[in-house]
């Protein structure tokens, strides 16, 4: 692993929340074992492994029942560990790959069947090459076919350049990390508002409330995303969905306790039914039903 990059916590706490039967972590990611699965030669990080195995056992130690595991910028165009931990999964996991343009039919065949139910288009410069619209299009295109959906992820400053884009896309599309905002700003920024404005003009944008320990100044208990977070489940409560991140990448100030992570749920997610909503009914209906 890079020399800089920070290993995922060690022996998260279990949560003092407790989230509701069936609950999906639905953004975490699976890397290598890169002996078995070797990252990508175009990567920009190279991470600590982070296998299967282990994220299984936190699904198990934070009380959740389901992952859905999305395909991470070092392991590039190549889904075998996604594939493999999905395999392993049975049906308590789904996936989001990232695809060539020249996937064949049968693979992506190959890729539903085993759970696969999105494609990320990823515009974060410091973690992939650039990728040409007309490329995404046409990616876009032959997955919606399949009925599944596309996760973005871009940072905020991007979101004006790549709404016109975003807006032609053909299916649900989900946007990480609630389009990264700036929270020094203010949830009334006009920056935060166009992002709310994004999703109130297009009923097929969804968004995952995640990922405080990226978006912080403050640091854990995290107080200065909640307030973001909430004001997207209470405006958006069928089109919001919650995960760890786990393990992680490139977290530079600190590393994140996964137990601490679930129990601010309750901070953005004020009642049962919006619990309810946000960790079992909204992700079972994009990813498995
Ligand atoms: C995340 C965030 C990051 C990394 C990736 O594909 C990736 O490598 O998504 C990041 O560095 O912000 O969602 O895991």
Redesign the pocket.
């Known amino acids: 692993m890079d020399s800089d990059y920070l290993a995922f916590h060690p022996n998260s706490s279990k949560p003092a929340f407790e989230v509701p039967l069936g609950a999906v972590d639905a ?1 975490c ?1 699976v890397f290598g074992p890169g002996r078995e699965f070797p990252y990508a030669p175009e990567r ?2 190279t991470p600590c492994d982070a296998g299967k195995n282990q994220l299984f056992a936190l699904r198990d130690r934070l009380g959740f029942s389901r992952n859905v595991i ?5 392991h590039g165009r190549n889904n075998d560990a996604l594939v493999d931990a999905l395999k392993a999964a049975g049906n308590l996991a789904r996936g989001v790959a990232v695809l060539d343009p020249d996937i064949t039919d049968g693979e992506l065949n190959e890729l539903n069947a085993a759970g696969v139910r999105g494609v ?1 288009f ?1 515009f ?1 410069k ?3 090459d650039s990728t040409p619209k007309s490329v995404f299009q046409g990616i876009a295109e032959r997955i919606a076919a399949l009925g599944w959906h596309i996760v973005v ?1 871009f940072e905020s400053p991007d979101l004006e350049e790549l709404t016109p884009f975003l807006t032609t896309l053909p299916t649900t599309v989900v946007v ?2 609630m389009g990264r905002p700036d929270v020094t700003k203010g949830v009334e920024h006009p920056d935060f508002q166009s992002f709310i404005r994004l999703l109130s003009e297009n009923e097929n944008f969804w968004t995952k409330v ?2 405080p320990e ?1 978006l912080t100044i403050d640091g854990p208990p995290y107080d200065d995303v909640v307030p973001y977070a909430r004001e997207l489940v209470d405006r958006f409560p069928d089109r919001v969905l919650w995960g760890t ?1 786990w393990p ?3 977290m530079k100030s600190h590393m994140p306790d996964d137990g601490h992570l679930v129990d601010i749920i309750p901070k953005i997610a004020t009642t049962r039914e919006k619990q309810q909503a946000l960790l079992v009914d909204n992700p079972m209906r994009l990813y498995w039903r």
């Open positions: 953004h990611h920009k990080y999305v395909q991470a910028s070092c990320r990823n974060v410091r973690l992939v992820y990480d990390h995640s990922c990226r991140d992680h990448p490139n």
